[in-house]
């Protein structure tokens, strides 16, 4: 199957830094989607991006997909953007299963 | 809009008993997604169901089961439970986009199984 990593796994930073988080995977991808996972648990999404780049507010992703990476850059960090930040990739149309990389832990100290 | 919604938060069972748990999928969405995160295993997928019946299957045994309802929601049922079946449990739902591409698929709270 597809394979999905993330990097870096831990990111400490001081509020206000930027930050580039990055997912290669192995396949072509149908889908490819930005989640951070609240303290709670809950996946919250953050974009649907397999290809092309989009933005919303102080978050955007870029999607190479013929060079079978994404990024997600986080400006002007505040200390609620802390928590992990999975990509996720569905590789088949038929199958519609994602695979989730291991994520990366993110810390932003005041 | 009401997003996805899951039941029970939080679930406590003895090894050898039997889980259900249950989802509803956002309004319109006729496909419903399970997965496990399990600590230390990550996220991994478990179930599809669109229109009622099962259309994939994670690599998970047999006593991982579920259905789903006419009213697209759906229950996830473990049996003969293990203690390594200790996870969060999440429900997603997406659309069935009319060119046949995966939707944007969005997810529950979870439910936090503990086995003991």
């Known amino acids: 199957g597809i394979q999905v990593e993330q990097s870096p796994p831990d990111l400490i930073l001081q509020e206000g830094a930027n930050s580039t988080l990055r997912c290669n995977f192995s396949?072509?991808?149908?889908?490819l989607q930005w989640f951070h996972q609240n303290p709670w648990g809950q996946l919250i999404n953050l974009f649907y991006?397999?290809?092309g780049t989009k933005q919303n507010g102080r978050l955007s992703a870029t999607t190479v997909a013929t060079e079978r990476y994404s990024l997600l850059y986080i400006s002007s960090s505040q200390t609620t953007d802390s928590g992990v930040y999975f990509c996720?990739?569905?590789?088949?149309?038929?199958?519609?299963?994602?695979?989730f990389g291991s994520g990366t832990q993110l810390t932003v100290l005041p | 809009e009401a997003g996805v919604t899951q039941s029970p938060t939080h679930l406590i069972k003895t090894r050898g008993q039997q889980a259900t748990l249950r989802c509803s999928p956002i309004?319109?969405?006729?496909?419903v997604y399970w997965y496990q995160q399990a600590l230390g295993l990550g996220l991994q997928f478990l179930l599809w169901?669109?229109?009622?019946?099962?259309?994939n299957r994670g690599n998970f045994p047999p006593r991982f089961s579920g259905r789903q309802f006419p009213n697209y929601s759906s229950e996830l049922n473990v049996n003969a439970l293990e203690l390594e079946d200790s996870a969060l449990y999440l429900c997603?739902?997406?659309?069935?986009?009319?060119?046949?591409?995966?939707?944007?698929?969005?997810f529950g709270p979870g439910t936090r199984l503990t086995v003991t």
């Open positions: 309004s319109g969405h006729t496909s």
């Open positions: 997603a739902s997406s659309l069935v986009r009319l060119a046949g591409g995966p939707g944007e698929q969005y």
């Open positions: 996720a990739v569905d590789d088949s149309g038929s199958a519609r299963q994602l695979t």
């Open positions: 169901y669109d229109e009622g019946e099962e259309r």
């Open positions: 396949d072509s991808v149908n889908n």
């Open positions: 991006i397999p290809s």
